[in-house]
């Protein structure tokens, strides 16, 4: 692979050409990364600017960036030189870095104590072939139901990463006598890779251990097999067990287990 300078981490839309046919070698075989930096290629060129990347000065290494409303997440793919890691790690707000878990301990002493959640992300996949017909009950989430997801989230999964613009694409709400009790949606998405990453499943806490979750991802696999996708891809919590049994229950495998490090800001 080419040598590629870096500078910090940059927006993705001032890649050159060289640079991104580089990062895609060094992702090839990943859906999950090959998702989130197609993706975010394909959002800079409607005026994202959400999006950044920090690549290694060998071309071994670099580190996606996603700025949300109040974290930021960063992604640690391959290898980068110790500078570099101290770049990726410093960030001055809520974040949260997904890393090899052989990196766990090194980028752990580079945040300097402001790491208040050490625990582990799983990658999961499921095709999505001719799914069934949704529940009446789900229908799609717009920006006039902002207020009312935002709330949902605060009220009963706080650690949720969520923004207004996620709105813009796929969530699916799950209603009784016009009260929403479930949700999830839509993070990323990518036609040509026919690829989308699910996330932001909550259900209240009344509703729990009722199927609602599968209620809500059968609409989502139902509306994305009509668009064309055909991999489903997630980010689950290793340590909510209860969700990862729920997830794999609903015909998803693992993929890969990395650390997920949740920083408090300085």
């Not at 993706?39 to 005026?47: M, R």
């Amino acid at each position: 692979m080419a040598t590629i300078s870096t500078d910090g981490f940059r927006q993705l839309a001032d890649l050159s050409e060289g640079e991104r046919h580089a990062v895609r070698r060094l992702f090839d075989g990943h859906p999950v990364f090959q998702l989130y930096l197609e993706a975010g290629l394909a959002s800079v060129s409607g005026g994202d600017r959400s999006r950044t990347i920090l690549v290694g000065r060998k071309g071994i290494g670099a580190a996606l960036g996603i700025e949300f409303d109040d974290v930021t997440v960063r992604t640690i793919v391959g290898s980068l030189d110790p500078d570099e890691l101290v770049v990726a790690c410093s960030v001055d707000r809520s974040a949260e870095l997904h890393v090899a878990a052989s990196l766990r301990e090194r980028i752990v002493a580079l945040c300097g104590g402001r790491v208040v959640a050490d625990q582990n992300i799983r990658y999961y996949l499921r095709p999505i072939e001719d799914e069934p017909m949704p529940d009446p009950r789900c229908r799609r989430l717009g920006e006039a139901d902002y207020e009312v997801v935002a709330a949902l989230y605060r009220a009963h999964h706080s650690a949720t990463i969520f923004s207004r613009w996620m709105l813009d694409d796929l969530q699916v709400g799950l209603f009784d006598d016009a009260r929403i009790v479930a949700c999830g949606g839509v993070i990323a998405r990518h036609a040509g890779l026919s690829i989308a990453n699910l996330g932001n499943f909550v259900t209240v806490p009344e509703r729990r251990g009722r199927g609602m979750a599968r209620i809500v991802m059968g609409a989502l696999l139902s509306a994305l097999a009509v668009d064309g996708i055909r991999l489903a891809t997630l980010g689950a919590t290793a340590e909510n067990q209860a969700a990862c049994r729920s997830y794999e229950a609903m015909g998803f495998v693992l993929l890969e287990e990395r650390a997920e490090l949740v920083v408090c800001p300085e």
